[in-house]
Nanobody, 123 residues
C-alpha cells in the first residue's frame, strides 16, 4: 500500500525558508511522477512543483518559479520541496502526490496523496 507522509511545515516570517519532506513507501516509484500541490483557505488546490522519480526534469508553477526547488533522495525514498523567499500568499496546506507515468499539473490525475502539512507565512 502506497503511503506518502509529509513533514516540515510550520510558521515562518516573510522572506524566510522551509523545507518540506515527503517520505514515500509501499512500492517502487521509479516510473512515477511526484508532485507538490497546495490549498489555501477558500481556494482550490493548485499545482506547485513536480518531478519524475527517475530523471532530472522539474516543473514549477509560475508563482513559485525561482523561489522553490524540488529534489529527491533515492536512498531515503523522499522528495523535498525547498521553499525560499516565502510570501504570505504561500500560506496553505501543502500536499505531496504521486502518479504512475507523466507529470500533470491537474490534481485529478494523481492517485496517491499525503495528509498535508500546514505552511503559514506571516507578514
Amino acid at each position: 500500500q502506497v503511503q506518502l507522509v509529509e513533514s516540515g511545515g510550520g510558521l515562518v516570517q516573510a522572506g524566510g525558508s522551509l523545507r518540506l519532506s515527503c517520505a514515500a513507501s509501499g512500492r517502487t516509484f521509479s516510473s512515477y511522477a511526484m508532485a507538490w500541490f497546495r490549498q489555501a483557505p477558500g481556494k482550490e488546490r493548485e499545482f506547485v512543483a513536480a518531478m519524475y522519480w527517475s530523471g532530472s526534469s522539474t516543473y514549477f508553477a509560475d508563482s513559485v518559479k525561482g523561489r522553490f526547488t524540488i529534489a529527491r533522495d533515492n536512498a531515503k525514498n523522499t522528495v523535498y520541496l525547498q521553499m525560499n523567499s516565502l510570501k504570505p500568499e504561500d500560506t496553505a496546506i501543502y500536499y505531496c502526490a504521486a502518479k504512475d507515468g507523466f507529470v500533470y499539473t491537474d490534481d485529478q490525475a494523481y492517485k496517491y496523496w499525503g495528509q498535508g502539512t500546514q505552511v503559514t507565512v506571516s507578514s
